[in-house]
């Protein structure tokens, strides 16, 4: 696996599932055009992008261009980078037509143009690893931090969640995602340390 400094968005789960086959790399999602009505998940990009930068890597179509220059209206140019796939007419395994402009998306592309789109976007890659070198933050991390699975645990994420300025409906499993992408696991502990 080739891994990624900077967090990359793309439209869904499916692009996501082709991402991670190839990088070891933290991955979000748009939820399509479900981007123009969560402010929440728009102002986690945001953080992302002001921590880690961000690769905004949407399909070649025109719903591919308006979601990314929706995300490029909202956040600093300085904080993104832009991968672009090539336009190959086609359609992905899954779906039984092609898409309305008969392009593939970024789900069906390989592995070749994939990684050549994020050199070409400036994608921070520091070589082919094969495991994780940074500790991740886990479910028994967020139960022994009193954060999940503990009486009042739910009261302490809130606190902690706004304390972060991270959307408040966040499930744990959201929270946990936004931690990894944020904050390192010793990070995480003194956070919770000053700020619960």
């Known amino acids: 696996m080739v891994k990624i400094k900077e967090a990359i968005v793309v439209e869904g789960r499916y692009d996501k599932n082709t991402l991670s086959q190839i990088l070891d790399a933290s991955i979000l999602e748009t939820n399509g055009f479900g981007i123009f009505k969560d402010k929440q998940q728009m102002k986690l990009l945001r953080q992302v992008a002001q921590r880690r930068g961000l690769i905004v890597f949407t399909d070649a179509d025109g719903a591919g261009f308006v979601i990314r220059n929706h995300i490029k209206s909202a956040i ?78 739910e009261d302490n994420r809130k606190r902690l969640m706004k304390q972060l300025d991270l959307p408040e409906r966040m499930s744990p499993n959201a929270l946990l995602q936004a931690l990894n992408l944020l904050y390192s696991l010793e990070e995480l502990e003194t956070l919770v340390k000053e700020k619960l």
């Open 76 to 153: 600093p140019g300085k904080y993104l980078k832009h991968a672009y796939t090539p336009d190959i007419f086609g359609k992905e395994r899954r779906k039984a037509a092609p898409g309305r402009e008969g392009k593939l998306g970024v789900e069906g592309m390989n592995r070749e143009i994939i990684l050549e789109a994020l050199k070409k976007a400036g994608a921070t890659m520091e070589g082919e690893t094969q495991t994780r070198t940074r500790q991740e933050i886990t479910k028994a991390d967020l139960m022994a931090l009193g954060l999940a699975g503990m009486p009042g645990s």
